[in-house]
């Protein structure tokens, strides 16, 4: 299996290949995701297993766990996604009620606290940087892709908070590709944002039939 910890050099850095591919596809997870296509499940599956490789060679346990994290959530979104299609409902853009964001919120917060507590105890894990800062990327990971899921436009506003933690720690990681990344997944999730959240008002003003998720 040395295939995953192949990498070559890049301005004097270290780059490793899963790095670079896996934060390629998460881009095009992004870019998919705008579009509502199936696909952004598939890809963003292949993405996680190539990143954990990576993020294990690091020893950036928050990293690694959330990428095993997106495997299940992939497959959950990918479900969801897919049985609205086959049921004529079509995939429906929407703003999270007052009660969600709240439960969001809560898990985002107590959940950080708790797998903070529990990297702090796992002496095993060799974690790059603040376990604080790996258990906020993991849980917040989690939390967008579950919103994600369920079509929820404030996934993007979630993706755009890890993002803020994500750079640094990426870069403190040496993973440089993933910190670039970072950079360029904050335009794209305004961008989406922006574009659900223009079809959500839509959708609530004129009360179109729900639109079918695009293959």
């Known amino acids: 299996m040395n295939w995953l910890n ?6 004097g850095e270290h780059i490793l290949w899963t790095d670079l591919i896996g934060n390629v596809l998460s881009l095009a997870v992004v870019w998919l995701a705008m ?4 696909w952004t499940w598939p890809v963003q599956l292949v993405g996680a297993l190539l990143l954990l490789a990576a993020s294990m060679h690091a020893a950036v346990p ?8 997106f495997i299940g959530l992939a497959g959950l979104g990918w479900w969801s996604w897919t049985r609205g299609r086959r049921s004529g409902e079509g995939l429906v ?20 606290a708790l797998v903070a507590q529990l990297f702090t105890r796992l002496d095993w894990l060799e974690i790059a940087w603040s376990p604080w800062a790996n258990a906020y990327i993991f849980v917040g990971s ?13 996934f993007w506003i979630v993706w ?15 993973l440089y590709v993933s910190a670039a990344v970072y950079g360029v997944f904050f335009l794209m999730v305004m961008i ?3 574009n659900w959240h223009r079809e959500s008002r839509a959708r609530i003003a004129s009360d179109p039939r729900p639109e079918v998720v695009t293959v």
Do not use: M, Y
């Open 6 to 11: 192949a990498s070559f050099s890049l301005f």
């Open 35 to 38: 579009r509502k296509t199936i």
């Open 62 to 69: 928050g990293n690694a766990l959330k990428q095993v994290l």
């Open 93 to 112: 853009v929407r703003s999270a009620t007052a009660r969600e964001r709240v439960i969001l919120l809560a898990v985002l917060v107590l959940g950080t």
């Open 142 to 154: 989690a939390v967008a892709t579950f919103a994600q899921s369920r079509a929820l436009v404030d």
């Open 160 to 174: 755009v908070l890890v993002d803020l933690v994500g750079v640094p720690l990426a870069l403190k990681s040496g």
């Open 192 to 194: 989406g944002f922006r």
